[in-house]
């Protein structure tokens, strides 16, 4: 860190903070119980980009003053409610990477776990080996006498948690750390550690800075959540504004009858010294006839200085659209990640970080771990759903929740792991997740098969890694580049990040600015957009450098796969560099040349797509052969439309409509998504549908 004043001021305060932090005998460095991070290592490559000492500095000046001083962290110890204890998360994973095969002894210990988690009262189950301290449950000033808004408070007396045996600790072959004492104390002293006056510094400083911002892609034939959803029968919109949200329900049958709109009810845990600043919803989810809308719950301290955050789950039974019936809420500690539906199954990934000013107390677990909610009530996590990364530099968990979204009214399982990513990348059972350093790359993967979730395995590679995670048509790879100093290297892993095959410093010397993967292989351009080489990647085990002239891909865009072609939207300029238009193009490969273009279409007029990079606002529907978006004309006045084209390869892009939106505030947003069920096609703004008959629609344009 550059030493200016403001950068000593800062690391003083830290400093001061830590001299006052009182370490317990047990954690001097000499008596704390070291982690083995017994890690497979990648082959060691060069470096080819870092933070320059100014910029690290910079980074972290924001991060600590906006994250560690403004209190973006956890807040204060949760209240306990003594009631009872409901319905434990189903099933537990296993205490370590399915790297090696788990013991006997392990197999039996997870058959015997009971059905039922601990109670509600917040005290850590015991453990038929290693018992953790003592616990005397909620103490009278922490009872949860109401809920937060909308929860009624749930009474009766807590359930005497069930005793169960530890499984045996197995030795992996992966980097997952080994632990010799329970997941509980381990997590405990672990938090603790991070507190120690030498480590204080470093651990609340490691986790916010991040060279890249966070990334979330999908793959597969699920989805995110999605402001319209339809099921044949009613559709659902979600409209937000600056003083709530309104779900709004039309019956399909009859899109011209008013919908009926209601506000998102929920149940909210309490926090003691906090309350509910706001809640919002962000998207919709919509399995039969369950309806899930999922948001954040913000919570700030009683004395305005530290927040909270918790991802909601609100669900709503629509089988009949003339009276939706409130279900249940489902919550979780953190802020959302992504949420990814396949099948009804929905996994959420949250991003929780134990604050530097929480109270720890070791016989209150909620102090030091994520837990989740159902209908406000607290739920533990199991000992088997805990894990630590032996990589953990920081008090950082990603907590992944699985839900079935035909019956929201409790967890299938949940997965508590010390260590955090920037970069993920979900689809058809498997979540990976990167975390960006200044010369090395992090990778974990998880699995989630049935009603479990599972740590896979962690691996660290050199380098940075470019725009995330792609897998192969088969499935059965996945693909990462990585950029260093002086090259970019590509590495092909199976799904627990076993390599398969690599290419290193195949592009030496280059500015390499970006990756796409397409099919069977990965095409790398340049800064300015021109394109540079291709690697076939149809054999994992030996990778194809394809030797080719550099093709010039025109002026940046935003890419999107549409089934087997590429569709990549980009800006048109003319000579004197106004905007003109925006140009559709659609690619295939050519390999060994690189992208032929095979249509395109020009949008005229200073347009832009409103919010163009997220995917949600971008209409694709591979199956119809139709591309949708809402577009501001910036012309002599200011107009909102809605532009349809449909397309095929043999006649490329056709306009099926260009509809006029009213800009009555922020009304217009709400048609960022259209729906088609093959013969009509549906936008949605509050309290009004407009509906388009397909076969009228290419009628008219032929």
Known sequence: MKHTPENNALEQRIREMADSIKVPPS????????????????????IRRYIPAAAAAACLLVVLSGTFFLGEFSGDPMIQTESSAPPSPAGSTPSSAEVSEPSASSEDSEESLPEQSPASSGEIPESSETPPAESSGSTPDEENTSSQPGSPASQGQSSEPPSAPEPEPSQPEGSLQQQDISAYESAYETMLAFRQKSNVYDSYS????????????????????????????????????????????????????????????????????????????????????????????????????????????????????????????????????????????????????????????????????????????EILPTEEQIQISAEADAPVYTFIGLIDLRRPDEFQDILSYLGEGDTFYLDEGR???????????????????????????????????????????????????????????????????????????????????????????????DSSGEFICSVDCSMPKSPEFLDQTPQDMGDLGEYYEFGSQMLKVTPVYDESGVQTGLKLIMYRDRVPVGFQEL????????????????????????????????????????????????YDSKNGFVKLLDQPMEADGNQYLDYRTGICDGETFYLASPGQMLSFDMAQLKAAEE
């Open 27 to 46: 954690l001097e460095p000499e008596n704390f119980i070291k982690r083995l991070p017994d890690r497979r290592q990648a082959p060691i490559i060069r």
């Open 431 to 525: 979540i990976y997740m990167a975390r960006a350093g200044q010369s090395q790359t992090r990778l974990t993967a998880f699995s989630y098969t049935g009603s479990r979730i599972k740590l896979d395995a962690e691996t660290v590679v050199d380098g940075v890694i470019m725009d995330g995670f792609a897998k192969s048509p088969n499935g059965r790879s996945v693909w990462v580049s990585v950029s260093t100093q002086n090259s970019v290297s590509l590495y092909l892993m199976d799904k627990k990040l076993n390599i398969l095959g690599q290419m290193e410093g195949f592009i030496p010397d280059a500015d390499v600015s970006s990756v796409l993967y397409h099919g069977y292989f990965a095409h790398y351009l």
């Open 206 to 377: 490691a986790a916010p800075v991040s060279i890249s911002d966070l990334t979330v892609q999908f793959g597969g034939d699920g989805t995110a959540a999605q402001p319209v959803q339809q099921n044949g029968n009613v559709i659902c919109t979600l409209s937000s504004d600056a003083d709530s949200d309104t779900i709004y329900v039309y019956s399909m049958e009859d899109p011209q009858t008013p919908a009926i709109a209601f506000q998102p009810e929920y149940q909210l845990p309490a926090f003691r010294g906090m309350h509910i600043s706001s809640v919002s919803f962000t998207g919709l989810y919509l399995e039969g006839d369950t309806l899930t809308a999922i948001g954040t719950a913000y919570y700030w301290s009683d004395n305005g200085t530290r927040q909270r955050e918790v991802t909601v789950l609100s669900s709503y039974d629509v089988s009949n659209p003339k009276k939706p019936a409130y279900m249940s809420t489902l919550a979780q500690d953190g802020k959302m990640t992504a949420s990814y539906n396949e099948s009804g199954r929905l996994a959420l990934v949250t991003t929780y970080t134990v604050s530097p000013s929480q109270e720890l107390s070791e016989n209150q677990a909620s102090s030091y771990l994520p837990v989740c909610y159902v209908n406000g009530e």
């Open 599 to 646: 249509h395109s279409v020009v949008l005229e007029g200073p347009v832009s797509i409103l919010g163009w990079d997220d995917p949600a606002n971008l209409y694709l529907d591979e199956e119809n052969g139709l591309i949708g978006f809402s577009v501001m004309d910036y012309g002599e006045t200011v107009s909102i439309r809605y532009v349809l084209y449909s």
